[in-house]
């Protein structure tokens, strides 16, 4: 009855593309408690998805899962590297995976604290993953940091400061051009607009927004916010106690949300 | 009638199960049948409240499909959009089916220019070409030059209602629908939009309003579906 | 050299045989694995942290009754450190010291590597202080060993970095990180960045012991060492505008002696043995005449 879940119905597609990352009945238990259970989707090249959900109902324990961050009680990740194949990814190398978390994935977190180094400034900040890949020209670096500090909107004057000296607002942004210097495919964001000002989170979502079409990015981003997911995602998971409620096109679960819980979520928040 | 169909409706059923009301079922269309032509624009006739806005939301995606289907023409395929994936959705908005929506969903930093712009840019057109494409249809819109570069937020409704337009013709969409796109302008530029409308009719578009206003229902229509045939409970009498 | 009287009452080299042979095997693990740090259960010493008691462990657990022992700190042969813990490997070993560079088989150091190149069958003990060059930036020592095992060392380049940045070249001048045949990132301990290109392809055994942080390293002789650097800002060592005042050599680490409250200063030789035995030889710098 409802749209179909993009689940068997991938297979169908014309194209032979293959989805970037494939999630199957992904499950994490907290001893008996559950922190997520079956959860199914896929991620397309370009596509982003928003997790939705308030405190609680499994949304970041998912996002850890899907990272490698956290792994899983049960269930498969997938991802397609640069090689074109699908790798399950806690399957891989650990050296592997965490080459992939600094090159070809980004990590967005919620506190810019967690995802900057503090003591070192923001020129070397946005450089520390081009010195990670082995760039070791000083001034290539350098001009690539300035280059993504302007992309950020975060004069250039700053490039020697340490984020310490940022407002809220600004770690954030540098915390973005931290993650996608090296070009990602796939970056995970956790309620990036989080503890920011309403004036700073239009800023800083519009940029996003601009910054995900430009480059063609596949984004999983974690809110509880849906004017968050109206705005920058094409799709919503909507969870509820670890399970997913209901998804689909983000405009369709937002205009005509089916489930009793997507219902209630957006009358109390998109009210008027 | 020998032109081709670009969309075909068929037993279409829509009704809103309302959980927070203690499950009340809203039944709002049911068995809905059309086509729409190539080279033609189908109006949606009926009063306030009879689904017609409903009918062009489940076309576009936005509503959930009870049951029936909406086959389209996508590229060179039919594709019933009303159990297609997501994905597969956000590929036919972006190629094949445009939409001009009563409101602009206002997006905050984004120039008229841009904002106007983005869905060629999405289809795969260069950026300075969609740029230039823009320009002339804020030009034919009478825009003030002076507005282009400034984000639509503080326009009047009218001046954004001519964005929305543009936004809604700058592709070479085969579909179009068209959700009152007339209902806030002047004579003059209502004028502009009927004529524009001409040209993608002549160009092979199919077309697909709600118009309220009669004088322009007239001048653009050349069939009127009418939804109250599709009210559910006229069925269930 | 006189073989000095031991001290009966203490094992020989002071610590225990089954300690030696625990910081033995270490030690050989280390070789086994160039620049990369082995735990090893550290015991306490007779002196304080920061004295070099891990080098004094190496030393101890290396050393056997023939061997000629030479102990400096800053290249220096008299100073307090070096002649302590010369005089404690006399006591509870009784084995023969000098300051000579060429005369001793085993050689500890604190913060520098003698002028003169050393042999094959010498050893160089290294007294250091942090064994860990990612510490500067990376707290936490489960996090560093990931690191060293999958050989993430961008963090050393940030570092680098930031000296150019706030700099305009590398300010670092001492604890000069190394990479070891292209495998792991080591701290040479603080000597300064003078004494890296000595460490690179030496004859010499060079060991390096961290009391307080319980870590051994190790070079074997002809191990490739290379600093880090950029493309656009190469390695370089110290440069000195004049030659030693004592004994005019040149390319030489020198220190700054204050001679007088009237701001007059010279720049001597550190490594206080190439010093004299330049002198001995007839050498004279511009202040050197005098002696």
């Known amino acids: 009855m409802n749209i179909a879940a993009p689940q068997a119905s991938a297979l169908q597609d014309d194209s032979i593309e293959q989805p970037l990352l494939s999630v199957r009945s992904l499950t994490r238990y907290y001893g008996t408690r559950i922190g997520c259970a079956d959860i199914s989707f896929d991620i397309w090249p370009g596509e982003v998805l928003a997790i939705v959900g308030e405190s609680g109902s499994g949304k970041t324990t998912l996002l850890n899962c899907i990272s490698t961050r956290l792994p899983p009680t049960s269930g498969t990740v997938s991802y397609s590297m640069r090689d074109g194949v699908l790798h399950d990814l806690f399957k891989l190398r650990e050296a592997d995976r965490r080459f992939l978390l600094r090159t070809d994935w980004g990590f967005v977190h919620q506190n810019p604290a967690d995802g900057l180094r503090m003591a070192a400034s923001a020129g070397a900040n946005v450089g520390e993953r081009l010195m990670a890949v082995g760039d070791r020209h000083y001034g290539h670096i350098r001009e690539t940091a300035i280059d993504w500090l302007d992309r950020v909107e975060i004069d250039a004057g700053r490039i020697d400061d340490q984020p310490r000296a940022f407002s809220g607002g600004m770690r954030q942004r540098l915390q973005i051009a931290r993650n996608l210097v090296t070009a990602p495919r796939l970056v995970f964001m956790d309620e990036p607009t989080g503890g920011l000002d309403v004036s700073v989170q239009a800023r800083l979502l519009d940029l996003l927004r601009g910054l995900v079409n430009d480059l063609g990015l596949a984004v999983i981003i974690v809110t509880h916010d849906l004017a968050v997911a109206r705005l920058l995602s094409h799709r919503m998971i909507v969870m509820k106690d670890g399970r997913v409620v209901e998804q689909g096109l983000t405009d369709r679960l937002l205009d005509d949300p089916q489930a009793p819980y997507t219902q209630l979520l957006v009358s109390s928040i998109l009210q008027g | 009638m020998s032109k081709p169909h670009a969309l075909i409706v068929s037993g279409l059923a829509k009704s809103f199960t309302m959980h927070l009301r203690g499950d009340i079922e809203l039944p709002v269309i049911s068995g809905a049948d059309f086509v729409l032509t190539c080279g033609q624009c189908a109006v949606l006739g009926g009063p306030s409240g009879a689904g017609k806005s409903s009918i062009l939301k489940m076309l576009y995606g936005n509503y959930a499909v009870n049951a029936g289907s909406i086959v389209v023409r996508h590229r060179g395929r039919e594709t019933d959009l009303a159990g297609a994936e997501p994905r597969k959705i956000l590929e036919i908005r972006r190629e094949t089916i445009g939409y001009v929506s009563q409101f602009l969903r206002v997006m905050p930093r984004v120039s008229a220019l841009d904002v106007v712009a983005e869905p060629l840019v999405f289809s795969g057109a260069g950026r300075e070409e969609a740029a230039r494409r823009a320009a002339g249809l804020l030009q034919r819109l009478n825009l003030p030059e002076r507005l282009w570069a400034l984000p639509p937020a503080t326009f009047s409704g009218g001046e954004q209602q001519r964005i929305n337009i543009a936004r809604g013709f700058i592709t070479d969409h085969s579909i179009l629908l068209l959700d009152e796109p007339t209902a806030s302008l002047d004579a003059a530029n209502r004028a502009v939009v009927l004529q524009m409308i001409a040209e993608k009719k002549a160009a092979g578009v199919a077309l697909l309003g709600i118009f309220h206003d009669a004088d322009v229902r007239d001048a653009v229509a050349d069939t009127i579906i009418d939804v109250t045939g599709f009210a559910p409970d006229r069925r269930a009498a | ?291």
């Open chain 3, 1 to 291: 050299m006189n073989a000095q009287q031991r001290t009966s009452t203490y094992n020989f080299a002071y610590l225990d045989e089954q300690t030696k042979r625990m910081i033995r095997r270490a030690i050989l693990k280390a070789i086994a694995i160039p620049g990369y740090q082995v735990p090893f259960a550290s015991r306490e010493m007779p002196m304080p942290y920061g004295w070099g008691t891990g080098g004094v462990q190496v030393t101890a657990a290396i050393l056997g009754p023939n061997d000629v022992l030479k102990v400096i700190d800053q290249g220096a042969d008299d100073t307090t450190n070096a002649v302590s813990i010369r005089k404690f490997f006399e006591r509870v070993a009784g084995i023969a010291t000098t300051t000579k560079t060429s005369h001793a088989t085993i050689i500890q150091t604190r913060h520098r590597i003698p002028e003169v190149p050393l042999t094959a069958g010498q050893v160089l003990v290294y007294q250091v202080p942090n064994p860990e060059p990612l510490r500067f930036l990376e707290p936490r020592e489960t996090e560093t060993r990931k690191m060293h095992a999958l050989e993430e060392y961008g963090l050393m380049h940030v570092k680098l970095y930031e000296d150019i940045a706030r700099n305009g070249h590398i300010a670092t001048t001492y604890a000069y990180p190394v990479k070891i045949e292209g495998r792991y990132v080591m701290d040479p301990s603080p000597t300064p960045k003078f004494d890296n290109p000595k460490m690179h392809m030496s004859d010499a055994l060079q060991l390096f012991g961290a009391g307080r942080e319980k870590r051994i390293y190790a070079l074997p002789p002809h191990t490739q060492v290379v600093s880090l650097d950029f493309e656009d800002h190469p390695f370089e060592v110290q440069r000195f505008d004049k030659p030693c005042a004592l004994c005019g050599a040149e390319q030489v680490y020198l220190d700054e002696v204050i001679l007088d409250d009237r701001g007059n200063r010279m720049f001597v030789c550190s490594d206080t043995d190439h010093c004299e035995s330049r002198r001995a030889k007839g050498y004279r710098g511009e202040l050197g005449g005098a002696q």
